[in-house]
């Protein structure tokens, strides 16, 4: 049986590692609401099928799959999963509504808008005006939206790539964006905040969220890379291991069980949204991981954690196995080894990653892992492509 099939993360608290000193809210509260606006949400981003009411043309209707392979974010079904998901959305709501200080009589950018629903929310918290930047067609639904809502006064939605786009003002003050992509970096928007912040951001103006983590395990996972990887090696007869060194460059996007994990978590990178460059995304670190039991390992698993520091209280979520699933889940990255490591045992390395030459939003990643134990020595170097 397919192990994956139906796998949920369990709930709890964040993973050891991730909860130094930093404690974060729980989204799940006051979830029957949210539910609701999230529904009303989706039913409105739903009538995109087909005519509206009178037989009218209905925004987006006739946009095919060719227009979808360029343009992803026009399509609904996206926006649908990433405002069902509660950890992200109600996280957002949270910290604006709670935080009401932040927004209340200033104006709010909103970078990479989608449906425009944390736009809804500060203009709801008293933005004085939001400006909210989407550059998929969704821009011309979340218009629609707006003005179905009431809010056509206080947000506007502007149309176009941030960095060809004028605002009406010349500064801002509060960026929020929810940039964040699988792996934290792969397909995200966060060198588009930093020039959002560096041209339009007042002093004393503030990004939301202002800081975001990288982190490392490693898990047991000999199932599951046995059906999907090591699959290759037998395929009715016939050798296609070609295919499996192609599959195990290609990092998994799944969600993990926290009973998997072998070792402890370590934080690998943390950047500050309100002080970084560009060039801070490349970067190579170190990782040391220590094992809590006697067991396999089969892959190293990355995830990341999102704070809002300029909030009453520290507020935030993490995308961790031990925290409650959210549409990011885990990136998994296989290794060629299968490493038997005991407890206590150290496998230790680097972690390169790299946005790709030729498309940034591609992420390249080198992995360099050794381990000098009783029962497995190893040492190798793998590379992986986020595409």
Known sequence: MDQRK?????????AEATASRLRFEDPDEEEEEVGMEVEENSAAAAGAEGEGEGGEEVIGNDKTSADYYFDSYSHFGIHEEMLKDVVRTKSYQNVI?????????KVVLDVGAGTGILSLFCAKAGAKHVYAIE????????KEIVKAN??????????????????????????????MGYFLLFENMLNTVLYARDKWLADGGVVLPDKASLHLTAIEDAEYKEDKIEFWNNVYGFDMRCIKKQAMMEPLVDTVDANQIVTNCQL???MDISKMTPGDASFTVPFKLVAERNDYIHALVAYFNVSFTKCHKMMGFSTGPRSK??????????LEDVITICEGETLTGSMTVTPNKKNPRDIDIKL????????????????????
């Open 268 to 270: 690998l990178k943390t």
């Open 97 to 105: 509504t709670q935080n009401s200080f932040l927004f209340k009589d």
């Open 135 to 142: 550059c998929s067609q969704m821009a011309d639904m979340a």
């Open 6 to 14: 139906g796998r949920e993360a369990n709930g709890g608290g964040l």
């Open 150 to 179: 009431g809010y056509s006064d206080v947000i506007t939605v502007i149309k176009g790539k941030v960095e060809e786009i004028e605002l009406p003002v010349p500064k801002v003050d509060v960026i929020i964006s929810e940039w």
């Open 325 to 334: 699933a959210t549409h990011w889940k885990q990136t998994v990255l296989y």
């Open 368 to 387: 360099k892992y050794t381990l000098n134990g009783h029962r497995c020595q190893v040492s190798r170097t793998q590379h992986y492509k986020m595409r």
